[in-house]
């Protein structure tokens, strides 16, 4: 795995397809069927510094600007979405310190400044979980909050052969490779992750995990059963994951 090769190729494909792509996974979902509204792992923001790693479009940081958070920082590897999220931020009335880097780099965050690092759906895009992990933890204040959701890898390993779900991959496998999301044009390099690999690497980070969420909301499920084959899916095992975890 060449790093500056997966930044290059995923680069690309957030600056030309990503509003696509993540129309569906904004705050205050964590991604397919999992909300804040239920679980508030979040709770209240009034008043506390935010950072979002992966912010995208600014959706997610709207949702906290409008939830009175008194800072809102986010970071994008992506400079168009960068762009995007500054015009959409303003067009809300709200204010972000944006910065356009890969999560792995160092890029000007202040350390031990923040009560609250999040990110959905945009961890599992590192070259460098721990690196990563660690850069987090720095940035956050002592008892500082760390909340991330990603694809559940059990999700990833699975195919749909007619009626049944067949297992199409080693769950161990982190092997990073070249996928089409939901057949748009352009490619993005992912690997798949366990779930162990994720937890030892907060664990190395320094952070202790207070809640862990796999299951999938059935209220959510239900609004869209009929939808797409997600939701099918959605009903025999888990398809996003969330962690909250906290600096020691």
Known sequence: MNKQSVHQTNTLYWDTQANDFLKAIVLPLYGAFVSEEKHQLLGDVSGKKLLEIGCGNGQSLQYHGERQAAELWGMDI????IEKAEQHLTACGLSATLICSPM???????IDYFDIVYSIYAIGWTTDLEGTFKRIASYLRKDGVFIFSWSHPIHRCIVQENDRFVLNKPYHDESWYL???D????????????LSTYINALATAGFVIEQMIEETD?????????ENNLAKRAT?????????????
């Open 218 to 226: 059935q209220e959510i499920l239900q609004q869209h059963a009929e």
């Open 183 to 194: 057949d748009v044009q352009g490619e993005l390099t992912l690997s798949d992750r366990t």
């Open 78 to 81: 992506s400079k168009n979405q």
């Open 104 to 110: 792995e780099e160092e890029c000007g965050v202040p």
């Open 179 to 181: 996928v089409n999301p």
């Open 236 to 248: 025999m095992f888990p398809v996003t994951f969330v962690i909250k975890a906290r600096k020691l």
